[in-house]
């Protein structure tokens, strides 16, 4: 076993000597001289042996299917052979992997294509060396490949080096700290740089390599800059000057020492008796850092995540995925990078489109012509695992949660990709609603991802953001949590923007509830990037700390801005249970039924008086005049009104309404707020509602329907994942009720859609109940 | 290397478009990175052609033939203003491509005003040495064929030193990259014109190469 973190000397240039002692032309495959000429490849292994080499590369460079066709395993067998004899148990060898000298992707070969080669390359060697060394990378995208098919199908340690100019990039335009990033976390032995420069130009190189990675390090400059005379390579340093740079990279603490093209053994020796022991290097400082492959964000202080990347609500969106308009998404990739986001997180989960193939398409896009990091953004494994072997950078998945299925099946993937990882506060129980069960599942998230060796700082937790609007404390709960999280050193993400759901104004809201979130040590906000210049405002902040009052403040605050009367909801003359249900008023609805009782039966009270108010509020609501606090609101203050006529009803033995409407929340999504306003409002419509609640079985469905026939089934999904199983239930129910209908709705959920599974659209309450009014009528 | 009165040949000299080549200049001028691999060699005939001596470099066709009459050496290079520039201009496709469409031309005229600059210094070089140097030539035109390219990429290890990749059609990319082979004298050299195996050369006004 090669000890990576003791001295290694490697050896020198092998193709400059080849072509030198073979007289072969520049530019000829030179690892044919492992069949046509194996004493020469021979000699110049045993030179570098003799010279003091621990490991040396074998002559397979270019040895693979692109360069070689159907001669490439028996070059590379020959090669081994050449490489194991020189050796002589005195040195290691390694497997050399350079360059496929395709272009891949758009335009030249696939990266499928690019996987199949290398793979055949690690075949063709059977682990008959004893390591790997894919070497002289300019292209992060091949260098990514070729590790991966060499983890895929060998089982030998890894090195990895890339080329890099003068002014620190690759051919590419790869950074070293990005390549340090993206490949650190990816399970290789060593990282190195190679070839391009000399020993002088690698110096600042090799420095900032070492402060980007804790691996160890590996240098293998040229004996300086390239000329070419008459066919010849030539190169401007002599062994003294090379060894003298090499003794100072070695002092950095850079143990693992050799030389590129235009060393010769001589340099080699030199080198071995210049660098003698074990230097010591400067401690590695852990930090957060996400990689594209020509930048890294280090996610220190709060860093924006571009949110717009994403179908969910968004109907052009949706159409330009249907239709595959990429050129839309990426340009709102591009807009995003151009107006402040530091990260973008790509989301292209549309039920009845082909998620992977669009996640695919859409992450090879954005890399061309974006350099922001990119966070890959799906509730499907699958999907994550394509995008995160495409994706030619550090990226962060979005995300893991409490559920176990979740987490066996999305760490691994951390851990094999080198992602960073987002861990949501929820589990099977669904969201905690109190701080303390939100810490307990982030902190047993952090514990599964440190016990899988996912490192702290790539860990960033999610303490959810719920809808204000629908739940008192959301905000104070979240930040709550997130600061007890920021206390055990993880890292911290939250989607901004949900905190305004049916709230006017909602950037006032957004932008407050990201300065408070920033203040409590938010990391990571995913959010528009527009957003992140707008002043918060103190009502949105009374608002969010369920100051007594500030809804009512913040509503009036919202709607002086948009000149909007609020008499206009209600005005003078209108009926007193208008009034009251309209103003969110309860009490002054329950007195209004029992005095209205007292003159008319509790049917004509409900559909005179009642149903009007709130006829009234969902065209409010529609019109934007009311938002979602004053629906509840009113849905509540009715439902005090009509307790009064159920108790009449029952007193008078009247029957209760045979009008059943059968609820839920499909399975495997716990997102039922939706759910719930519709069975408020629903229910004040005189409907008899059975609510069966969220990650509802399929069978639990059929059975409620079967119990309640005849009635009307209502099914809601937010995720484009369950979208699936709402169509599964349908599929089920219709079974046994083939003309049962069925309402369905939720943020992913379009008309089309709807159709497609046999359901009816409602967008909305208001939508469910005219529909229902329809079927029933 | 390239101004925007150059770049208003194209785009037309009114206010706007002089707006527009000032914007293409700079954007330009701040993602190329001019970088090149260049070498010399003696010629060798072969039967199907001409080759540089200790390389794989065939230089395949007539017109090749007759601009190096009389030459027993070869100047040869790859040169690139890099990946950044085709990166920007991707990018501009989306957003404003009126601009995208600028910065390409642009783009490539920076790398041939590059070209230009290598040829220029090597043909001083030789002069002092008293020998001369013909006008470059590149692979695609006339009839030397534009598969020709891999063989200056492996000659002159371009994959290797500049990050050269070749397209499945035979592009290189990064997209404004050259290569080209020049003729070395001892005595003077073919003077013509690079219209001459120009394939617009019937439909060309003359108006936009610098021939």
Known sequence: MIDFRGRIILDGATGSLLSERSGAPAGYRLEKLNVENPDVVYSVHRDYVDAGSNVIYTNTFGANPLKLGAETGEVIKAAIEIARKAAGGKAYVALDVGPLGKLIGEGGISFDE??????????????KTDVIVIETMTDLADARIALLAAKENSSLPIMLSMSFEENGRSAFGTDIESFARTVSGMGVSAIGINCSVGPFQMLPMAEKLLSCTKLPVFIKPNAGMPRFENGRTVYDIDKVQFCDAMKKIHSLGVNILGGCCGTTPDYIRTLAEETAGVAERPEYRPVRALSSSTSTVIVEGMKVVGERINPTGKKVFQKALREGDFDYILAQGIEQAQSGADVLDVNVGLNGTDEKANMVR????????????????????????????????????????????????????????????????????????TIEGRVAIGKMLVAECLKRGIEKEDIYVDTLTMAQSAQKGSAVCTLGALGEIKKTGAG?????????????????????????????????????????????????????????????????????????????????????????????????????????????????????????????????????????????????SAKQAFAVLEEKMKESGEAEGDRCFVLATV????????????????????????????????????????KNYPCVLGLSALM?????????????????????????????????????????????????????????? | MITEKQLAVYLGKDEGALELARRAVAEVEKTARCRCVEATGRLIAEEDG????????????????????????????????????????????????????????????????????????????????????????????????????????????????????????????????????????????????????????GSCDGGICSD
């Open chain 1, 492 to 636: 911290t993400i939250l989607g901004v923007s949900n905190i305004s759901f049916g709230m006017p104004h909602r950037e006032d809201i957004n932008a407050c509830f990201l300065s408070m979130a920033k203040d409590a040590g938010l990391d990571l906000a995913i959010i528009n990037p527009s957003l992140i210049n707008i002043k918060p405002s103190d009502y949105a902040r009374d608002f969010l700390l369920d100051k007594q009052g500030a809804v009512e403040e913040y509503i009036a605050y919202a709607a002086k801005t948009d000149s909007v009367k609020t008499e206009e909801l209600a005005p003078e003359g209108a009926p007193d249970m208008t009034k009251a249900i309209v103003g969110g008023m309860g009490s002054l609805a329950k007195e209004t039924a029992e005095k209205l009782i007292k003159d008319m039966s509790p049917l004509d009270v409900a559909a005179k008086h009642i149903i009007p108010a709130l006829d009234r509020v969902g065209e409010l609501y529609e019109s934007g005049k009311i938002f979602l606090p004053q629906l509840i609101a009113a849905a509540d």
């Open chain 1, 720 to 777: 484009t994942t369950t979208a699936q199983n709402m169509a599964d239930t349908i599929g089920l129910v219709r079974q046994k009720y083939p003309d049962l209908p069925v309402l369905v709705g939720g943020a992913v959920i379009t008309p089309e859609y709807a159709k497609s599974i046999g359901g009816i659209y409602c967008k909305d309450a208001n939508a469910t109940v005219r529909e229902l009014k329809k079927i029933f009528a």
């Open chain 1, 114 to 127: 690019a996987y199949e080669n290398y793979a055949a390359v690690i075949r063709a060697a059977e682990d």
């Open chain 2, 50 to 201: 001409l080759r540089v001596e200790n390389t794989v470099l065939k230089l395949y066709g007539n017109d090749i033939a007759r601009l190096l009459e009389g030459c027993d050496a070869v100047y040869y290079f790859c040169a690139t203003i890099g990946s950044e520039t085709d990166r920007l201009i991707e990018s501009l496709k989306l957003t404003d491509l009126t601009l995208a469409y600028a910065v390409d031309l642009c783009a490539g005229l920076w790398v041939d005003a590059y070209c230009d600059e290598l040829e220029k210094n090597q043909r001083a070089r030789l002069e002092e040495k008293g020998k001369s140097l013909t006008r470059r030539f590149s692979c695609g035109y006339g009839d030397m064929p534009l598969a020709s390219q891999a063989s200056f990429i492996d000659a002159l290890k371009a994959d290797k030193f500049l990050g050269i990749r070749m397209t499945e059609g035979g592009m290189m990319i990064p997209s404004k990259t050259v290569s080209a082979v020049a003729g070395i004298s001892d005595g003077p050299v073919n003077g013509g014109r690079r219209c001459d195996v120009c394939v617009k050369r």
């Open chain 1, 667 to 706: 399975k495997g999504d716990i997102h039922d707020i939706g759910k719930n306003i519709v069975k408020a409002v629903v229910s004040n419509y005189g409907f008899k509602v059975i609510d069966l609640g969220r990650d509802v079985d399929y069978k639990t469905v059929l059975d409620a329907v079967e």
């Open chain 1, 362 to 433: 859409v992450v090879e896009g954005l890399q061309k012509v974006v350099s922001k990091p990119l966070v890959i953004d799906s509730s499907s494994p699958e999907v994550l695992e394509a995008a995160l072997r495409r994706y030619n950078g550090k990226a962060l998945i979005n995300s893991v949660n409490g559920k176990k299925s979740s987490i066996d099946s999305v760490l691994p993937l951390a851990k094999k990709y080198g992602a960073a990882v987002v861990c949501l506060a929820l589990d099977e129980n669904g969201i905690p609603d």
